[in-house]
């Protein structure tokens, strides 16, 4: 096994801290319920950690929302449920008195199986409620409610639209709501969706339940405190314990596609060419993962039924077994699960082959090693999955970095020859040295999460009228930045006849129309992101997964899913099934085409930064410290010390060394001047322009023009998944409003831009 190179020890989050003495006067143990202490003693610790002790402090206080950060495995399971199943116990009003809220199944069964031990020896009900749950508990709890519910955003927008009543009994007397992997709620549309539901939760209420909020990856306290908080007087108590971290080991491995090139992320199955990057990645990763668990993230479905296809054929030919499977959204639960449970087992050495869907707090236990494969995009993701490895006391978190490059010819596109992955893998690890974590941004799900947020309220209330949705969600709800003349058009546009989601009654309430009862009836109503159609695959009686329909399947066609390689036998056209049987050979199939994560400022300006510096990390191997001394010479040699420019032959990229929002933000300012762009990371290109056109074009610009100007050019504003219900003019204007801040760091950006030379 390749010896990974050691940086310092990076102190980026709390790992195995260790916690306060249980025997100390007044300390947290002393507050918890003589039931919950015995409990505790009988689990063998000797101590409460530093995130409970705090924690119980803080809940057992006051009535006030908490807001608990500690490390992964830090313990705030039970920092907040100690004390919160301890005031329960004592409870006689009927209702649920605690809703823990996550945002997967997985999660749920995870926390479940946690705290089932506890809550049993309290008397107190435990109940999982997701579509995959069973039906018994469910039912027992309705007719006697009381207890703990574990639930998914999307089970309890169920409850509130079909079964109102039941939402009423079980979450109408709340002492306290639980919010589980807290970051992943606080931007998109299950962020916006999340926070509807909690406010539609509190107006069934006499009082305010409390709520906690759990998370190990957070960059902003607090703005987080605030969203927790929303509609509480003043923002959630912030418990933040940083603790020792485990000392990092890291490797970053870089490798160059051959000349012939080779299908590294998609196409054939065959036997994988030996000199192709991805079968030197998986070689590689195979000598270095045999034998322990560990977590490989590979971005997208493609590339993990790949990569695991190719460290499965590695294994059959070495005569060893496989320990490499894939896991990912589009595989059934039950393989899914299957895998989750070996590597927590800890039994048979196992690694996971991943998209992101390993990335939460599901309970796997501890990994030894954490592996990517392309530079990392998002410090908040990275850490989170660093979080996996090293939990162990005593041990090393452990962290390999696998990149891809393009082999290196004549007529590249000099762009090409900065060596970008590599710069982008030293700059996260820098970053992370630092402690860094994007803070959250305007969220662009405001307008798609609305309409769904209208339309579920209409189908709860039967019928409500304007003023009322208004008050609901803009007032105090969580779309305060929608205006009364926003909402206005948002329902005159729902309402026309294009759209037919609701209409007005004779006495002025709305109510839905034959588009709206439509949406409404369909199970996928429930969950604010879009679902395609899709094929189900079935060997031998047993669902594999699901793959979307855009993959044209006919008897015979040869696929590459779960990690297998498989046979059409039989297609149900109208039940969209497919029957395969084992097969040597496959294809890998088109997977959802995830637009690619952003990356901040912060990121783009550490690369640069990389690029000035002469410091060669010893975490990189020779390839990596090859290709990084080689982008720093073209960096040099294309003068980008005091340029901005490269010139592309017809098109010129012009490095603003800012992130995705700014680049796509200078790229509408240019189309509107009417130049082709597209951007990339660091930069946008100007296509059909040469480089004296390019920087004399931008330096003449005055600044940034006012962005409502700029707001008639953008194009593609139908992104999220009822885009396409609001009307064109008012998509238009949130973006402007989204944006606005943006215009003086434009403007800074152009200056600067002007004031280098294309020459």
Known sequence: MTILAKTSPLQWTAMMSLPRSSSESGSGFDLLHPQVQRWVRQQGWSRLRDVQEQAIAAICGS????????????????????????????RAEPGISILYVAPLKALINDQYRRLEELCDKLELPLVRWHGDAPQGPKNKIIKAPSGVVLITPESIEAMLLRRPATAEALFGALDAIIIDELHAFLQGPRGLHLSSLLYRIEVLNDRRPRRVGLSATIGDLEFAARWLSATAPKPAKIIAVAGGAPPLKVQVRAYVEPPEGGADGDGMLNEPQSGSALAQIARHAFEALRGSNNLFFASSRANVETLADRLRTISEEGQVPNEFFPHHGSLSKGLREELELRLKDGRLPTTAVATTTLELGIDIGSVVAVSQLGAPRSLASLRQRLGRSGRREGSSAIFRNYLREPYPVA?????????????????????????????????????????HQILSLIVQRGAISAGALYASLCQQGPFTALKKADFADLLRGMGSDEAGLIEQAPDGSLMLGPEGEKLTASRDFYANFSTDEEWRLVHSGRTLGTLPIVNALVVGSIIGFAGRRWRATGIDDKAKVVEVVAHNTGRVPKFDRLGQEPIHDRLAAEMLAVLMSEDLPDYLDDNAKELLAAGRSAFAELGLQKSRYIDAGSATHVLTWQGTSANSLLAVLLTSMGFACETFDVGITLTGCPIEDASAVIASIDGCPPIEDLGRFVENLIVEKYDAYVPEDLLRRIWVRRHETLREPMSQLIRELAATTGD
């Open 63 to 90: 009535d006030e929302d908490v807001l608990i950060s500690a490390a992964t495995a830090a313990g705030k399971t039970e920092a907040a449920f100690l004390p919160l199943l301890g005031s329960s116990t004592a």
């Open 411 to 451: 007529d590249a596109d000099p762009l090409d020859k900065l060596h970008l992955p590599v710069v982008q893998a030293v700059a996260a690890l820098n970053l992370l040295r630092l402690k860094f974590v994007e803070p959250p941004q305007a969220d662009p799900a405001l307008l798609s999460v609305s309409v």
